[in-house]
């Protein structure tokens, strides 16, 4: 399965990803249903990883990479990343504190940047940073922080370091 979208259309105040009916279940369904061994932890990485970079060649950051929005076919272990109801294309935007209230993507997997607590710029590597997110849930079988609120997070994901995997 590819990320590449089999086509994207306009029409007045919309714009629509047409891509291919997957079938396949989120990643998180898949890692509770799986014991998650090395050898297919890396094969969906890899895939992962390739669709991910599908998305940055096409200028995008999809801001909100974690394993509900990850498909797996069971069957093969391909994957598609789906979800671009807030991707972006790839600009200087720099974020402000504001933008917290009206946070977009995940707490649990969003990166510092996203949050608009830290004076920098969105890029490519928000989407790496919750692509690590990812990976450490696939490992263990949660995200590298648990916290209830939104400000609890931010401060996670800026200050913290999450268990090791060791």
Known sequence: GSTRPLSFERAPGLSILVMEDFRG???????????MALDSFFTLALGIVSGLSEIHDAMLIHQDIKPPNILVSPDDLRVQIIDFSIATKLTRREP???????LKGT???????????????????CD?????ATFYYMLTGRPPFRRKGLWDYVRAHIAETPVTLS
């Open 96 to 102: 402000s504190l504001r933008d917290i209230q009206h």
């Open 25 to 35: 279940i989120d990643l998180r369904v898949f890692a509770r249903r799986n014991q």
């Open 107 to 125: 707490p649990a997997y969003i990166a510092p940047e996203q949050t608009g607590a830290m004076n920098r710029s969105l890029d490519y590597r």
């Open 128 to 132: 790496l940073y919750s692509l690590g």
